[in-house]
């Protein structure tokens, strides 16, 4: 059998490339964990990838702003069909559509019985947590690709109950695999419930999937700040009010909207490359969503941070940064007894509830997202595009099988 996958090819390229045809074990290549390489995955299923979406994830990496090996096989977002199921999957059948969280978790270890399957202990040799298709999560082989092996498959994936309304509403469930349990637990951290003021920060498709997820808690007021005014568009699109960041620090555009500078709940959907407020919004400065939080969020109120921070960065502009350490304010946050919310979002905790109200007509992510169908041999300028702020979440279609 062939396969084609996306690949990362050096600092601001990707490229499709002919690449092995999944087998039940982890074989040697670029990012495998040396300790990974021969792992067994009798537990795992073989997927025929039916979606497969780019993430502000990936492009940490694609922009050379991580350790990512060339050649990494990148995709985390996964949707798709299952043709082999391994000698050990016991529930799991060929034919089931199926939702993967990027999570790898192995539902056996303490993190996973207490529901963090973000930090599972047995997969990542180097540390606890691991996907698919990502630098330093232990090499487990990305899902931009025709064909994709998911290991611990009882566990980790979500089978949708008809295939055909799953093919019609697939623009929705393939948000299931990241983006849209991201920023419900961004929500859900930021403590978003009924009659909530909410800001959340970045316009992206994380910062569009948590401010449909404040909506969909029963949020009164989801304000989005972001500099890019398309993404600013998008989210006005479903109701949501704006800030421009470039403009000044979001406390005194929130006044105009609530008639006060502070808000119930503060979600960060930016993450490290953060640019800074005003006349600094041209220049990267890391911490400046995570003061800005603290400033706006109301004493006693809790920040859902979704947004990813690094323990290394080696595009950082300072030294300190390059160590993933950055100028917070944590006095303030300390002094306002704020709760942080860091970390992945372990997937597994939101994706069936998300998936029935997907189902039920309860909630259109898809739209609010701009979903976007490209074929897998466009992944590289799906990539440009979006490292450009287009305001689209773009789902590669590897099998041409997405009505356009
Ligand atoms: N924790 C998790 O499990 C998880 C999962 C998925 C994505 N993420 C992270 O979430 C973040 C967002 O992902 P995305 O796909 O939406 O990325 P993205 O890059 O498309 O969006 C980020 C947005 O933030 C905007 N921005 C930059 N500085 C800003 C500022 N100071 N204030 C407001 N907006 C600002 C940018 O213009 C951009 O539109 C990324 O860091 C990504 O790695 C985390
Ligand atoms: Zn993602
Ligand atoms: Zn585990």
Redesign the pocket.
């Known amino acids: 059998m062939s396969n084609r996958a996306v690949s990362y090819a050096g600092p601001g390229s990707v490229e499709v490339v002919d690449t092995p045809y999944p087998e039940f074990e982890l074989k040697d290549g670029p990012g495998v964990n040396p300790a990974n390489v021969g792992r067994q995955v009798h537990h795992g299923v073989i997927l025929k990838t039916i979606a497969t979406n780019i ?3 990936d ?2 990496m694609v922009r050379g702003r991580t350790t990512a090996p060339v050649g990494l096989v990148l995709g985390h977002e996964i949707t798709g069909e299952v043709v082999e199921v391994g000698r050990d999957v016991e529930f799991v059948k060929v034919g089931d559509v199926v939702s993967v969280p ?1 999570n790898i978790a192995c539902g056996r270890c303490r993190n996973c019985k207490e529901g963090q399957t ?1 930090i599972c202990l047995n997969v990542n040799p180097d540390r606890p947590g691991s996907a698919y298709g990502y630098v330093d999560m232990g090499g487990w082989v990305g899902g931009q690709a025709e064909y994709v092996l998911v290991p611990y498959a009882d566990w980790n994936v979500l089978k949708f109950p008809d295939r055909d309304q799953a093919m019609e509403k697939i623009l929705d469930l393939t948000m299931l695999s ?2 849209f349990p ?1 920023g419900f ?1 961004g929500a859900v951290g930021a403590g978003v419930t009924v009659g909530s003021t909410v800001y959340v ?7 569009l999937a948590a401010a449909t997820s404040a909506h969909l808690l029963g949020a009164a007021v989801v304000i989005v ?4 005014e398309d ?1 600013l568009a998008q989210a006005r699109s479903f109701g949501c009010e704006t800030v421009d ?1 470039s403009k000044g620090d979001p406390a005194d555009q929130i006044e105009q909207i609530l008639g006060v500078p502070e808000v119930d709940c503060g979600i960060d ?9 005003g006349k600094d919004a041209a220049t990267e400065a890391p911490a ?2 995570l003061n ?1 939080l603290m400033e706006i969020t109301r004493a006693g109120g809790s920040l859902g941070i ?3 921070y690094v323990t290394g960065d080696p595009g950082a502009a300072d030294e300190a940064a390059k160590q993933g350490s950055l100028s917070m304010r944590f006095g303030l946050g300390f002094a306002k007894s704020h709760t942080f919310v860091t ?3 372990p997937v597994m905790k939101y994706h069936r509830g998300l998936m029935q109200a997907i189902l039920a007509d309860k909630v259109s992510i898809g739209k609010n997202v701009k979903a976007t169908p490209i074929s897998l041999e466009d992944a590289p300028q799906g990539y440009a595009a ?1 490292d450009e ?1 287009a305001a689209q979440k773009f789902v590669l279609d590897p099998h041409g099988v997405i009505p356009r």
Do not use: M
């Open positions: 993430c502000g994830s492009q940490h990027f973000g990241d983006i991201t637990h920060a970045g316009a992206g498709p994380v910062g700040g972001d500099l890019n993404r960041v959907a930016v993450g490290f490359e953060a640019r800074g407020h400046t969503v800005s979704p947004g990813l970390g992945q979002c979006f702020g």
